[in-house]
């Protein structure tokens, strides 16, 4: 599975376990994230969600230098 697979699926289960918008079937690279209404708790559930399948958690998202605001921007992140 792809990182951006892996990002896109826990995203689903993050978003239908706390959020009340439905996840489309398909989504983009500008696709912001913010739309699905998730709150810190739920950002780190989803960020600790795809550290299980690929085994880390950015750095630069750790130490609070990026936010992803956008689907491509959080599979970037898992990509550097």
Known sequence: MSTRDIVQTRLAAV?????PMP?????DDDDELDVYGL????????????EKEVGYI???IL??????????ELVSA???
Do not use: N, R
Request: aromatic share 14%; glycine share 6%; net charge negative.
């Open 63 to 72: 130490e609070g230098d990026l936010y992803p605001e956008t689907f491509g």
């Open 78 to 80: 898992y990509d550097t």
């Open 15 to 19: 978003v239908a376990e706390h959020s």
């Open 58 to 60: 950015p750095k630069a």
């Open 39 to 50: 709150d810190s708790l739920a950002f780190m559930s989803l960020l600790t969600s795809i």
């Open 23 to 27: 996840f489309p079937d398909a989504i």
